[in-house]
Nanobody, 128 residues
């Protein structure tokens, strides 16, 4: 059974730091593009950061220079280090494992049903 479990959210002061963790089981995360998403409205999510199977990374513009995505040596856990947090960084965060882009149908988009695994979500930073 494939499971992605997020953790690490909590209250943090303005300008503080927090680290989200996503522990994967049943898959080798090195074979997937691993992403952090934040819920916007309804079932829609926005991409916050992603580390691809080839090691390349992506960051949403407002998070560049403040957030860092990484993996542990065993490729079992993906982290999102969040520094310089702002009130607008709050929200529910989801971890996702995506089949590498070239294996997904051309033109496909969120949530890539059948080509992805998603965690249950976790409350991210909460302003205090």
């Amino acid at each position: 059974e494939v499971q992605l479990v997020e953790s690490g959210g909590g209250s943090v002061q303005d300008g503080g730091s927090l680290r989200l963790s996503c522990t994967a089981s049943g898959i080798t995360s090195d074979d997937f593009d691993m992403g952090w998403y934040r819920q916007t409205k309804g079932t829609e999510c926005e991409l916050i950061s992603r580390i691809n199977s080839d090691g390349t990374t992506y960051y949403e513009d407002s998070m560049k220079g403040r957030f860092t995505i990484s993996q542990d040596n065993a490729k079992t856990t993906v982290y999102l280090q969040m520094n310089g947090l702002k009130p607008e960084d709050t929200g529910v965060f989801y971890c996702a494992a995506l089949v590498p882009r070239f294996l997904r149908p051309p033109g496909s988009s969120f949530p890539w049903a059948g080509f992805s695994y998603w965690g249950q979500g976790t409350q991210g930073p909460v302003s205090s």
